[in-house]
């Protein structure tokens, strides 16, 4: 199977056997040299060059057939533009004429409003005393004709149809400006007839202008919150450098309270009035403007519950979670991106990402603006048989309809999904980068240079830290730190005579077993034009692969995180070892249910865990293909095992907490400044902001494309080292102490020749043995558990009898 080709491509130092590796070991050179890589799916790469190009030539096209003007100006019957057409230049403002009713107005305002029938008019009426054009709904009057001759033409029977259609005057009613362009009806007047208007024909253009207008005005916070989130995540991965343990137990609980008040703010809106639209809570939040009436309830209960599950399985996962195994993967990636040797390009790395990403979008909008504004006026709407009635010279249809053409509505979705694949693959190209970058940088020999921290240290010290002195195990320590129990001494001759010499940990979160020192250290220099290689690399050889890659991982997103959470739940490990140990003894309805989880989780792991990021990293090391990456990545890292399999992805939960607290920060600081500057509250003011809400949703929107550029940058660096590390471990066994940094050093050493034998063991099964052996065990002993519940009167409640159980 997979493990057999595996083995058999391992090959003695500077030769290449089988499939061509990324770097193959040279004796004469420092570095591994890069052999010419191989173009992979290429059918995808033309698929996504093509789709690319045919999203910049739409917009191209629309550009000259578009006018964006079109979507934030209302139309009246004629289908003249409200103050840009010339007609209408001197009109700018669009009002909604009253239909016409046999039971006529209801006080001042009409009882229904006629959407068909709008008007240009120079400014919103206040009152009764204004009269305004209202086109009127046709009247259609057909009549039946006797035969006749006419011509020396006989005819048996003719159709005689007159349609009447007319522009009458109609009194207005008191109106109010809304988004600065329409006429709606007084909402303190009327309330009825203001919701049948914005809720109606003005719901999405009122979004669209209210946020472009917000944007204009609220551009400066915006910017504010983008360099706060950049200059927090500088702040965050710097305090990883020294308190590693403090900073991630700290974020780990401050980011699950955030998401439980986040969740809370959303679910007590269920209690105010959406109505009332001048509430302090209705004001600042963002359902409460995207939605209208009892769908602000419905979307707030929705969201709330939803972030409150979030919020759960982030407490579960909180309370689980082991920080001191993660502490090692964290020192050896903080070593890659912010070690001297690697100079400003991992700094400069997720302000580049960040700033790109934000250039994409504000392209991607502005295309697909002028793409929906591509439309045309149809004044042809009178048919007979379906043949329209053509406009003549002397007399034209008074009534004009909007269309889209139907190749124009096709385009609109292609570039919609275009988009969304474009920016997938955007960030996917960020993280194949990132790890080019970091496997360049473990593959430089490295040199050893004077620990910048050194320090005095004793002779038995230092021959306890190199594991020299007779060890001597059960010894007991307490009150010095965290470590709870035994722990190993080592016995050393010093010099007045032998000492027990017993490592102590660090005291407080985060505290390790033995912390580890040495005088000498390793330093790496990152290769010249790293990142170049590698954006050139992906381009021009991987393009098709991280194309189609991206497209899968969005797709199995959910699934992958629905493992997660129900491992979060159960507070079982997320990584590791995928072997299912079962207790057949465990017989509680508790620990049956758990075992089926966790056999859920083997699952949706061994069919959806493969198209994560990882097959990116196996791209960059094999220059393997789409299918051959995401087939070989999931299960390279589970037949690793030991430490590479345990910490594997551990970085993941701390990703997405440093984000949420970010972001949280950032939105917080944003919603702060927008509510409490005068100038932003001022309706009189050049920067009044009408929507504080949305902008606030868009400062912290963008706010966490920052800092996810930031925490992806240290998650990704540290799955390439462990990934790199069980690659070169396999291919170049030999080489392996002349390349790896002392931190993965530290971490890795007992396995730094070969592998834990115990992994090959467990994991020599095809894809889906796993899954198929513990789903064949775990129905057994539910079988057999129901069978003794029958047989034996003895036991009365055979379910609830026993421990807890999990599949690991």
Known sequence: GRQASRQSSLSAPGVAVGRRSWLAMSEEEATFPRPARTTTDVGCSCLFIGVVGGMVALSVAAFFQGDVKRLTHGRDYHGSLCGIDAVVKDKPFLYYCGAPSPT????????????????????????????????????????????????????????????????????????????????????????????????????????????????????????????LAAVLGFVFLHLLKSYAGLILYITLWIGTIMTFFISLYFLVGIFFDPVNETGLYQKSSPIFYLCVGAECRFMSAIVGLVVLAIAVCMLF???????????????????????????????????????????????????????????RIEHNLMSMNGVYVQDQTFAKSLEAKEVRDWYWAIALKFYFFGAIWLMLTFVSICQYVISYVVCEWFFVESEMVDNPHNSALSEPLKQAIQNRGKRVDGVRVKGVDKVQGTRAGYIERGPNGKVLVVPLGEKGPGGRDFIRFDEKVTHKSLPFLAVQRG??????????????????????????????????????????????????????????????????TIFLDEVFGRYSKNMYIDVVLRSSSFS?????????????????????????????????????????????????????????????????????????????????????????????????????????????????????????????????????????????????????????????????????????????????????
């Open 104 to 227: 006529g107005w209801q006080g001042a305002f009409p009882k229904h409003l006629n959407f068909k029938s709008m008007s240009c008019v120079s400014e919103c009426p206040q009152n009764e005393s204004m009269k305004v054009g209202c086109l009127l709904h046709a009247n259609v009057e057909p009549q039946m004709l006797p035969g006749a001759t006419s011509n020396n033409i006989t005819y048996v029977s003719t159709l005689d149809v007159e349609v009447t259609q007319s522009v009458a005057y109609q009194r207005s009613y008191p109106t109010e400006i809304h988004l600065g362009s329409y006429c709606v009806p007084n909402r303190t007047l009327n309330y009825n007839l203001y919701s049948k208007v914005v809720e109606g024909p003005l719901k999405a253009v009122s979004q669209f202008n209210g946020a472009v207008s917000s944007i204009m005005s609220a551009w400066l916070v915006i910017l504010g919150a983008a360099v």
């Open 628 to 808: 051959v990456a995401s087939a070989d990545a999931h299960d390279f890292i589970a037949d690793s095992g030991g430490a590479i399999a345990l910490l594997h992805g551990s970085m993941g939960t701390y990703e997405v907490v440093g984000v949420v607290f970010i972001t949280a920060i950032c939105t917080v600081a944003s919603s702060v400044a927008l509510t409490s500057i005068p100038a932003y509250n001022d309706e009189k003011s050049a920067y009044f902001v009408s929507n504080p809400a949305i902008m606030t949703v868009l400062a912290g929107a963008l706010s966490m494309l920052i800092s996810a550029a930031f925490m992806s940058l240290f998650n990704m660096a540290a799955d390439s080292l462990l990934y790199v590390f069980a690659w070169a471990r396999q291919e170049h066994a030999g080489h392996m102490r002349k390349y790896t940094p002392s931190p993965m050093m530290h971490l890795l050493g007992r396995e730094l020749e070969e592998k834990p034998a115990l992994a090959l063991q467990a994991n020599a099964r095809g894809r889906f043995t796993r899954f198929s052996h513990a789903a064949t065990k775990y129905k057994d002993v539910v079988m057999s558990t129901m069978a003794r519940g029958k047989t034996s009167p003895s036991e009365e409640r055979p379910l609830l009898s026993g421990g807890l159980s999990t599949f690991r």
């Open 317 to 375: 996962q909180t309370l689980n979670e082991n920080i001191d195994e993660s502490i090692g993967v964290i020192a050896a990636a903080v070593d890659c991106i912010l070690g001297d040797g690697s100079g400003l390009t991992f700094k400069l790395q997720p302000i580049l990402q960040a700033l790109g990403a934000t250039v994409l979008i504000c392209a991607l909008c502005i295309g697909f603006a002028f793409i929906a504004s591509v439309t």
């Open 535 to 600: 954006i050139m690399s992906c381009l021009f050889h991987h393009l098709g692969t991280v194309a189609m890659g991206s497209l899968f991982s969005l797709i199995t997103s959910p699934f992958r995180g629905l493992s997660e959470m129900i491992k979060a739940f159960m507070g079982s490990p997320s990584r590791g070892d995928l072997q299912s140990g079962f207790d057949e003894d465990d017989r509680t309805t508790r620990g049956l249910i758990l075992a089926g989880m966790g056999l859920l």
